[in-house]
């Protein structure tokens, strides 16, 4: 069993800054791509941004230049500072991680349950 667990985010006023993290447990062998996607009401969910095992990260553009997503692998936890908030911004995050339970599984995809943020204007 593999779980992704979000914490952060809620009620930010425009302008402000939003700070996420996730942690991954359970039977982990290697994780190689975290990162955060996000969804508002009536759209589909879209990349915000990711970080490979090396620390190589790929931001969305809607958010390039606001955002800083880092990872601390020997937690197996991945974070998203995002500064400036929009009201586009306000959708429920949700976290992903590309893992392997073994050796010989291949790469699959985890998520977590997601949490909502909010931008007050």
């Known amino acids: 069993q593999v779980q992704l667990v979000e914490s952060g985010g809620g009620l930010v006023q425009a302008g402000g800054s939003l700070r996420l993290s996730c942690v991954a447990s359970g039977r982990i062998f290697s994780i190689n791509v975290m990162g955060w996607y996000r969804q508002a009401p009536g759209k589909e969910r879209e990349l915000v941004g990711s970080?490979?095992?090396?620390?190589?990260?790929n931001d969305a553009d809607a958010v390039k230049g606001r955002l800083t997503i880092s990872r601390d692998s020997a937690k197996n936890t991945v974070y998203l500072q995002m500064i400036g908030l929009k009201p586009g911004d306000a959708a429920a995050y949700y976290c992903?991680?590309?893992?392997?339970?073994?050796?010989?599984?291949?790469?699959?995809?985890?998520w977590g349950q997601g949490t909502q943020d909010t931008v007050a204007t």
């Open positions: 970080i490979n095992s090396g620390g190589q990260t």
């Open positions: 992903n991680a590309d893992q392997k339970r073994c050796r010989f599984e291949t790469w699959s995809a985890y």
